[in-house]
Structures are given as structure tokens and as C-alpha cells.
């Protein structure tokens, strides 16, 4: 798709860029595939569940960008700064699909339900064990009594008799367009010939459609919101010389919202992953030529992840992968 970049050097050592591009991303495997799922347990108004969806449309998106660079320094020092927006059309979002798969009936709405519903009134209790009393024993089974001394038991959906049982399924659709913006910054400098050096980065990242936390879930058409937006850091220490290369990186991301959907299917319930901050940290040794020995740690101070609801009360998942360590040798011929 077309792609336009201009470059000007109003001097020697800045560099000022701007570039325009439209693009077409396909949508991820996730949001294709999947299959029909459905919750075991429904209730009278139905049940809920998840799938994928195969007519999904693609990512279209206008780019802009605008940048300059200034190198200060000959030894690879310098400082960046750029701006870029996205317009993107036919963001994935989520949408509620109301279907009766797999034929399933339920007795709620069915006859012997209306039947119980006119002799006994609008009293779950008392419907049960009207049912129980008065209709065909093959269309359900008594396990017991309660200590009211009513009966308990199952009462089966019949088919011709009853209704089907109506899921409300959470699937990708294409929504409406939507606009990302945001600012880059970069800073690396080398400390003359030490060998020593600092790298450090930040994105500021916004959208124009945020989910509204107060909406009470499953109230109203699903919310669409641009989700896997927020602002991140990276800041890094390295060594390179003779041979020896040392790297000590923290990363850092602020807290995003990753769906609108919440575990059990149910939309409007929104699941963010807090922020998260990392250090790792990187050493070899050229030994000789090819030769290489190796350390290395990851989330070496045991940083844990959690994904949360509306509130941090709220936890749906909680993660601890726990710091790896990893040492060897490389060769490269």
C-alpha cells in the first residue's frame, strides 16, 4: 500500500523525518479461530460463552510520523524525538451473539413451566415442585427432599415441548474506526572510550475510545475500546570492550486493558493487566574468536503479574514465573 518519507538535514549532525503510509494488517490467529464454547452451567435467562470468528475483516491504517534526531556526539550519542497518529479502521473489539447451539432445551418458558406457573404463581419453589407432582415422570428425576420436605432433582428440557435454551456468545467484530497518537523519546550516550554507556526510552501512548468502568455489566450493547494501549520505559546500562559485553535492562509498562470481556463471557467486564516492571541483566566473554561465554538473569528481583477487574480488589489472574538464570557458551562460525 502507498508509502511516502521525507528526510531533511538542516545540519550535520540533525536529522528531521516525516512519512505517510497506509497499511492492512490481518487479524490475529486468536481472533479467527477458537471454536464454540459454552458455559456448563445456565441460568433461566440463558447462558453465555465464547467464539471466534471467521469473517473478520482486516486492519486498515493510515500512519503519520514525525521526527528528528539529534547526533551530539561522533561516537554514536544522540537524542530523538517523534510523534505519530493512527487511524485505524475495523478495530477488533468484542460483540454478544445471541444463539441455541447444540440444541439444547431448557423447561423455563417450556409448557409444564407455564402449566406450574398458573396453578402455583411466580415462585421458583413452588414451580419445581409442581412439576415434580404433576407432569411426566420421563422429563425429569427426583434425587431427594430438602428440609421443607421439598422434592430436589433435575427437570429435563423436552424437545416439541420446551424452548430452546439462548446463549449469549462473546466473539471478535469489526467496530468502528479509532485514533492512536502519541509521543517517542530516546536518549544514548556512549561516556567517551570507557566502553560504558546508557540507553533510555519512553512512549506515551493514547487512544480516543476508553472503556467506561462504571457501565454495569451486561447492560446496554457490548463497549468497543482500543485495547493494549498504554505508555512504557526501558532503561539501560551496558559495557562493551576487549571482548567483554555487560547489559543491565529495566522495562516497565503502565497498566492496560487486554479485553471487555470478563472470564465467565460476560461483556462490559473489563480485564486490565497492572503495571509491570522487569530487570534483567546480560554478561559475556569473546574467549577467543567464536567463543563465547554466557550469563544471563531475567526478572531477577521475582516480579509478579496480575490481571485485575475494575478494581485491584478485583483479581482474576495472578502470575509468578519466578527469576531465571541461564549460562553457556556460543560459537559463530
Same mark, same amino acid.
Request: hydrophobic share 35%.
Given at each position: 500500500?502507498?508509502?511516502v518519507?521525507?528526510?531533511?538535514?538542516?545540519?550535520d549532525?540533525?536529522?528531521?523525518?516525516a512519512?505517510?503510509?497506509?497499511?492492512?494488517?490481518?487479524p490475529?490467529?486468536g481472533d479467527?479461530?477458537?471454536?464454540?464454547?459454552v458455559?456448563?452451567?445456565?441460568?433461566?435467562?440463558? /447462558? +453465555?460463552? *465464547? #467464539? %471466534? !470468528?471467521?469473517n473478520?475483516?482486516? $486492519?486498515?491504517?493510515e500512519?503519520? =510520523?514525525l521526527?528528528?534526531?539529534?547526533?551530539y556526539?561522533?561516537g554514536?550519542s544522540?537524542l530523538?524525538?517523534?510523534?505519530?497518529?493512527?487511524?485505524?479502521e475495523n478495530?477488533?473489539?468484542?460483540?454478544?451473539?445471541?444463539?441455541?447451539?447444540?440444541?439444547v432445551?431448557?423447561?423455563?418458558?417450556?409448557?409444564?413451566?407455564?402449566?406450574?406457573?398458573?396453578?402455583?404463581?411466580?415462585?421458583?419453589?413452588?414451580?419445581?415442585?409442581?412439576?415434580?407432582?404433576?407432569?411426566d415422570?420421563?422429563?425429569?428425576?427426583?434425587? /431427594? +427432599?430438602? *428440609? #421443607? %420436605? !421439598?422434592?430436589t432433582?433435575?427437570? $429435563?428440557?423436552?424437545?416439541?415441548? =420446551?424452548?430452546?435454551?439462548?446463549?449469549?456468545?462473546?466473539?471478535?467484530?469489526?467496530?468502528?474506526?479509532?485514533?492512536?497518537?502519541?509521543?517517542?523519546?530516546?536518549?544514548?550516550?556512549?561516556f567517551?572510550?570507557?566502553?560504558?554507556?546508557?540507553?533510555?526510552?519512553?512512549?506515551?501512548?493514547?487512544?480516543?475510545?476508553?472503556?467506561?468502568?462504571?457501565?454495569?455489566?451486561?447492560?446496554g450493547?457490548?463497549?468497543?475500546?482500543?485495547?493494549?494501549?498504554?505508555?512504557?520505559y526501558n532503561?539501560?546500562g551496558?559495557?562493551?570492550?576487549n571482548?567483554?559485553?555487560?547489559?543491565?535492562?529495566?522495562?516497565?509498562?503502565?497498566?492496560?486493558?487486554?479485553?471487555?470481556?470478563?472470564?465467565?463471557?460476560?461483556?462490559?467486564?473489563p480485564?486490565?493487566?497492572?503495571?509491570?516492571?522487569?530487570?534483567?541483566?546480560?554478561?559475556?566473554?569473546?574467549?577467543?574468536?567464536?567463543?563465547?561465554?554466557f550469563?544471563?538473569?531475567?526478572?531477577?528481583t521475582d516480579?509478579?503479574?496480575?490481571?485485575?477487574g475494575r478494581?485491584?480488589?478485583?483479581?482474576?489472574?495472578?502470575?509468578?514465573t519466578?527469576?531465571r538464570?541461564?549460562?553457556?557458551?556460543?560459537?559463530?562460525?
Open positions: 500500500m502507498p508509502a518519507d521525507f528526510r531533511i538535514d538542516p545540519r549532525d540533525v536529522v528531521l523525518r512519512s505517510y503510509s497506509k497499511t492492512m494488517t490481518r490475529g490467529y479467527i479461530a477458537g471454536g464454540l464454547s458455559q456448563q452451567i445456565a441460568r433461566v435467562d440463558g /447462558g +453465555t460463552g *465464547t #467464539n %471466534g !470468528n471467521t473478520l475483516k482486516p $486492519f486498515i491504517s500512519n503519520f =510520523d521526527s528528528g534526531e539529534w547526533y556526539d561522533e554514536g544522540y530523538s524525538a517523534g510523534y505519530f497518529r493512527k487511524n485505524v478495530f477488533i473489539g468484542s460483540g454478544i451473539v445471541t444463539q441455541s447451539p447444540f440444541e432445551y431448557t423447561p423455563y418458558g417450556g409448557a409444564r413451566y407455564n402449566a406450574a406457573l398458573a396453578a402455583v404463581g411466580d415462585d421458583a419453589v413452588a414451580i419445581r415442585q409442581w412439576i415434580f407432582e404433576n407432569a415422570p420421563s422429563t425429569f428425576e427426583i434425587t /431427594g +427432599t430438602d *428440609t #421443607n %420436605g !421439598n422434592f432433582g433435575n427437570i $429435563f428440557g423436552v424437545a416439541g415441548e =420446551d424452548p430452546l435454551l439462548t446463549f449469549d456468545i462473546a466473539t471478535p467484530v469489526n467496530q468502528e474506526t479509532a485514533t492512536v497518537d502519541g509521543w517517542e523519546f530516546a536518549v544514548q550516550h556512549f567517551g572510550e570507557t566502553g560504558f554507556g546508557v540507553i533510555a526510552n519512553y512512549t506515551i501512548v493514547d487512544g480516543d475510545v476508553a472503556f467506561d468502568d462504571t457501565q454495569v455489566p451486561s447492560s450493547d457490548p463497549q468497543f475500546a482500543i485495547t493494549g494501549l498504554s505508555d512504557s532503561l539501560i551496558f559495557y562493551d570492550k571482548g567483554l559485553q555487560a547489559r543491565l535492562a529495566y522495562n516497565w509498562r503502565d497498566k492496560f486493558l487486554t479485553s471487555t470481556v470478563g472470564v465467565s463471557g460476560t461483556a462490559n467486564n480485564q486490565y493487566v497492572e503495571d509491570y516492571g522487569q530487570l534483567d541483566f546480560n554478561v559475556s566473554y569473546e574467549v577467543r574468536d567464536g567463543w563465547t561465554l550469563v544471563e538473569g531475567i526478572n531477577v516480579e509478579t503479574t496480575r490481571t485485575v478494581t485491584s480488589a478485583y483479581v482474576n489472574y495472578a502470575t509468578q519466578g527469576a538464570y541461564n549460562f553457556g557458551f556460543r560459537f559463530n562460525y
